[in-house]
């Protein structure tokens, strides 16, 4: 453990804004800034900092004072150095100790596995396997997929099982913050650096020193940024905005995007920045993808929603799940959550399809029932208008690998990830014949409805 002096309460105030330092002894009568007001600023700082105040002057209203202003203990002079060294022991303790419980309370999802909070197919297995890989280390890890998968989910999955876990997970999207304020929300300002700097701040780097820092939506970052945050990944050091002292910049970064950056143009982000992020790069597959944990998202968020809304909804009827199963929810997760929390707001007893609203199977509009309890349009019933779209949907994907593979059924087979036994009886099922089959032109192109 490294410690640093100061002479001074200001001094103190701005070593401690720039280092961050685990525990303060701080003297109460000094020269300038007094003990008492240095305190209270610290307090402002840093609420976790313990500060073990120490005097030559003890007084009962000394002590009830500091305590009251926020100090951890006080010591009167002369005191034994064993005194001291118990007392930083234990307020190092009692910090450890309030950290993990305040990542356990803010974050309590991350207590579960991501199976339990994400599905328990192959696929979220792999996903889980990848984290539990790279979380332990401190290489620089970039999370990609679609808006909505999750990426969050699993930057905080990371952090959880890293041996950062005590610090704090800092999030920041990059693309919700102006690109005249990401640069000092990024890094901080000292006071005076920029008109309205009336006090120095501290960046979402220093935030996170200890910890996590997610750069989410990290393709939104201006190009004009993208150099420093560059020169910071390589030499883990920057400057504030208007500071002229470097600061360390020790967090673990972890950037999300729903963009392939391995392919952008260089004009709008920088190659070299995006091998400095891929150090490790774990993809979230669409939820259109793992189908299988379709049923178990649903559940969980009607369990979720039941709670907070202080409801009883029991389930899905047949038709819900028909319609939740064939619908490509380019939203992926987050549009599946909306959806279950709306239709548990409607729902009394057990969520039907009309409770769902429209939504669109594998790219074809599916309209809901007209009322609650109402029959379909047209006298079709939604089970057959589901069943009706994901034939359609099906026999296109198997005419366009039959395409894509010259016609060869056993490729073809193998571009859908299906046997060959079973591709020959959806050629059979859908009537896509070849040439030769004795049938005709008509029959090769009618379609199963």
Known sequence: MEAVETSNGEEAIKCVSHQSPDVVLLDIRMPGVDGIEVLSRLGKMDGDLPVIMITAFGSIKDAVRTVKSGAYDYLTKPFENELVLLTIRRALNERKLKRRLRAMDSH????????????????????????????PTDFTVLVTGETGVGKELVARAIHASSHRVSGRMVAVNCGAIPETLI???????????????????????????????????????????????????????????????????????????????????????????????????????????????????????LDLTNQNLGKNVRGFSEAALDLLLGHDWPGNVRELCNVIRRAVLLADDVIDAGHLGPLRANGVEI??????????????????????????????????????????????????KIDYKTMLTKLKKYVILEKGDGDDRQEREKRIT
Request: charged share 30%; hydrophobic share 45%; glycine share 8%.
């Open 108 to 135: 309590a999802e991350e207590r579960f596995s991501l199976q339990e909070m994400m599905g328990r197919s192959q696929a979220i297995c792999s996903l889980e396997a990848e984290v539990a890989l790279v979380a």
């Open 183 to 301: 640069e000092s929300e990024l890094f901080g300002y000292e006071k005076g650096a920029f008109t309205g700097a009336d006090r120095t701040k501290r960046g979402k780097f220093e935030a996170a020193s200890s910890g996590t820092l997610l750069l989410d939506e990290i393709s939104s970052l201006p190009f004009t940024l993208q150099g420093r945050l560059l020169r910071v990944l390589q030499e883990r050091r920057f400057y504030r905005l208007g500071g002229t002292e470097e600061i360390s910049a020790e967090a673990r970064i972890v950037a999300a995007t729903n963009r392939d950056l391995s392919a952008a143009d260089p004009a709008v982000f920088r190659p070299d920045l995006y091998h400095r992020l891929s150090g490790y790069v774990i993809h979230v597959p669409p939820l259109r993808a793992r189908m299988e944990d379709l049923i178990f998202l649903a559940k969980r968020f």
């Open 367 to 416: 309209p809901a029932r007209r009322s609650l309890g109402g029959g379909a349009a047209d006298n079709v019933s939604l089970k057959e208008i589901v069943r009706r779209s994901a034939v359609a949907v099906e026999r296109e994907a198997i005419m366009q690998a039959l395409q894509e593979s010259g016609r060869n059924k056993a490729k073809a087979a193998r571009l859908l």
